[in-house]
């Protein structure tokens, strides 16, 4: 049994609260709670499909609190949510002599930043006409939301256009991806 001056998780929620539909909030609290630090994880072990039970509660810290915000916002940034505002709470209850956390985070992901227009820009002529012949199936496509995962697929994507077609030494090493940055003030996120 757990020492009754520690401190102890045994709850952790997260809620999701913006212009999205129930299903996007779903899936964006899943998201959000593979980044919590482990340290916030709890365990339920259930016994007979009946009795339900927390396995090794974690020590509560208010650090991992800090340390989970930041993994969960750089997810929401890979997804295109630039600025969100992370809020935590948590309370302590002495419940049989014990101290027992609850923590929530009310994640509020902002705007979403979508894709303006899209253009290749190669060195190689060949390979700039094969990147344009082949844009129809681009995966980055103008008013989709932006996403790193996605720019990542396509740049896979052109490299095996590339190999495809005898270019077997190109890598994605050769290539990259440039967000164009150069007017910052029209990357405003209150902006329609």
Do not use: C, W
Request: proline share 4%.
């Amino acid at each position: 049994f757990p020492s009754h001056d520690i401190r102890f998780v045994y709850k952790t929620s997260i809620s999701v609260t913006g212009n999205l539909s129930q299903a996007e909030k779903q899936d964006m609290v899943t998201g959000l709670q593979n980044q919590l630090d482990d340290s916030l994880k709890t365990r339920i072990v259930s016994y007979a499909g009946i009795q339900k039970v927390l396995s090794n509660p974690p020590v509560f810290d208010t650090i991992n609190i800090s340390r989970s915000k930041k993994s969960m916002a750089v997810l929401l940034n890979l997804q295109g949510y630039f600025y969100p505002v992370i809020k935590d709470t948590f309370r302590i209850d002495t419940i049989k002599d014990r101290q027992q956390a609850s923590i929530s985070f009310q994640v509020f992901p902002g705007k979403q930043t979508h894709v303006d227009s899209v253009g290749y820009s190669l060195r190689t002529p060949a390979l700039q006409q094969m990147a344009i012949e082949n844009s129809s199936n681009g995966l980055v496509r103008k008013d989709d939301p932006y996403s790193e995962q996605t720019i990542s697929n396509e740049v896979d994507r052109l490299v095996s256009i590339f190999r495809n077609n005898g270019y077997f030494k190109v890598s994605r090493n050769d290539i990259y991806a440039e967000v164009d940055t150069v007017v910052a003030a029209l990357i405003d996120p209150t902006l329609d």
